[in-house]
C-alpha cells in the first residue's frame, strides 16, 4: 500500500524520457568522452579538503 504515487510519478517519467525530444550536442559529448575538456576545473589544494565543512567537528581522523 502507499505505493501507487510514486510508481505513478515513475512512470511519468520513465515517459517523459522515452518521447522527449532531445537537443544533443554530440561534439560536447565526444569531447567530454575523450577527455578534451578546456574548462579552467579548480584544483584543490593538498592541504585543502572539499569536504571539511560537513566533516562533524567532534569527529578525528587520526
Known amino acids: 500500500m502507499g505505493r501507487g504515487r510514486a510508481k505513478a510519478k515513475q512512470t511519468k517519467v520513465a515517459r517523459d524520457l ?22 579552467a576545473s579548480r584544483e584543490v589544494e593538498p592541504d585543502e579538503d572539499e569536504w571539511a565543512d560537513y566533516a562533524d567537528p567532534r569527529r578525528r581522523a587520526d
Open 18 to 39: 522515452k518521447y522527449r525530444t532531445h537537443e544533443t550536442d554530440f561534439g560536447a559529448l565526444a569531447k567530454e568522452l575523450h577527455g578534451e575538456d578546456h574548462h
